[in-house]
């Protein structure tokens, strides 16, 4: 197959990078900037000509989007970009590829819930009820697949890190090394997920839809994929500073109130991945153990 990936220097394009050089398929990895190092067609993702000219010039068979804008705070002052983005765009893709009778893969998230108080795992059944615009604009752009009538596999993610570019684990890294004393809060729980697993996990649905002689093909539509577990972010940043043996800072849990913000968070959004499990047989890692190998490669 012919895969093109969207966002692909962003942390999960960088991993499914990594898999494709093991691939018996051929990727196309685009972004809107250049890393060096890696090479990069460059796309604009919000042009529906520009898509429809990529697609057909390279009989593409399947688009991983991985795009998206995922500044959560910023998202609250910026509605019309991070709509642009994180709806029309992948609204886009779904009708380009629904034209080709090819297959969309887009990347969502545990933000599409988090209003209502729930206390266990989120089904990819249930009602999506955003608390911020972050969280909405990519309701939106999962509404806007499943209107296409494309071929699609929305897989929502969350708390992703890696190796790569900025996030959570790589600055609790850098702050339980230099800081004598940190509060992270207690109050908001989900389960981080290494983007290295989640890209595996792609290539496993991937490689079930190359195989399979059904048009559209069945297994089609959404699913939840994070590591396996719970827990809070004081819990994760207490697991990176151990693995790190940053011991010397003392990481003390807080309330998110001590922390101000213009967005409220999901307090609970664990994502219940019963179904992608079942479906492709996909083992899940235990989030402890994926985050001990991402630190043991950022050490090397």
Known sequence: MNILVTGANGQLGREIRIIAKTSDHRFIFTDVCQAEGLETTMLDITSRADVSAMVEDNAVDVIVNCAAYTNVEAAESNQSLAELLNADAP?????????????????????????????????????????GVYGLTKL????????????????????????????????????????????????????????????????????????????PYSKCGVYHYSNEGVCSWYDFTKMIAQYCGNTACNVQPCHSSEFP?????????????????????????????SLKCCIDNLLK
């Not at 968070?265 to 402890?288: E, M, N």
């Open 140 to 215: 939106h752009g999962e509404q806007k697949i499943m209107a296409s009538g494309c071929q699609y596999f929305i897989v929502r993610t969350a708390w992703l890190y890696s190796e790569f570019g900025k996030n959570f684990c790589k600055t609790m890294m850098q702050l339980t090394a230099t800081k004598p004393e940190l509060k992270v809060v207690f109050d908001q729980c989900g389960t981080p997920t290494y983007a290295f697993d989640l890209a595996q996990a792609i290539e496993a649905l991937l490689a079930a839809y190359s195989v399979s002689p059904e048009r």
């Open 261 to 289: 913000s213009a967005v409220v968070r999901p307090a609970y959004s664990v994502l219940d991945k019963t179904k992608i499990k079942d479906t492709f047989g996909l083992s899940v890692p235990y989030w402890t153990d």
């Open 91 to 131: 609204g886009i893709l779904a009708d380009v590829m629904k034209k080709v009778n090819g297959l969309l893969v887009h990347i969502s998230t545990d933000y599409v819930f988090g209003r209502e108080p729930y206390n266990i795992p989120c089904r990819e059944d249930q009602k999506g009820t955003p608390t």
